[in-house]
């Protein structure tokens, strides 16, 4: 059997901009999830049937950490992972929030949240693809003509 190509997990990347500085997000998953339980990550998400991307991803980051958006956008570069269990090649759309504040209320899915400067998000987070993610996009907040290409999305 060939693995199977699939598109249905969205990734958001939440930061917050603070006195010239950059906090991201990320979240403890709680012991009792079925897949990587206690590890750390930024917010992940499955696709409803018939959900756009996007929808999905502002629909997850409220649900998980009841974040206020201030902006919202879409990366063009998607992370991509295979996944052994599922014996499938994953393509996962990568979206950006701009918090309006550092208020987090967590769902049951995560136990604890820290805001965190890039390298100590970058330490911290479990998987490789998340990593590369974040310093990608902090290279993008960073820089303007790399923010430029980021796609301003409206709610």
């Known amino acids: ?16 901009r603070s006195k010239n ?32 991307y996007y929808k999905t991803a502002v629909r997850e980051s409220v649900e998980e950490t009841n974040v206020k958006i201030k902006n919202f956008y879409a990366f063009s570069k998607l992370n991509v992972f295979y996944s052994p ?3 499938t090649i994953n393509l ?6 701009e918090a309006a504040d550092d208020e987090v209320t967590l ?11 890039l390298n100590k ?20 907040l960073k820089n303007k003509s790399l923010f430029n290409t980021l796609i301003k999305l409206e709610l």
């Open 1 to 16: 059997m060939n693995s199977r190509i699939r598109a249905k997990y969205i990734e958001t990347i939440i930061f917050r």
């Open 21 to 52: 500085s950059l906090r991201f997000l990320i979240l403890k998953r709680s012991g009792y999830t079925k897949y990587y339980p206690g590890i750390w990550q930024i917010v992940t998400g499955t696709v409803e049937k018939n959900e756009p």
């Open 85 to 87: 269990l599922k014996d």
């Open 92 to 97: 996962v759309p990568v979206f950006i929030i």
């Open 107 to 117: 769902s049951d899915e995560h136990t604890e949240f820290e805001w965190l400067p």
């Open 121 to 140: 998000a970058v330490e911290k987070v479990f998987f490789y693809t998340q990593k590369e993610m974040l310093k990608i996009i902090n290279l993008h």
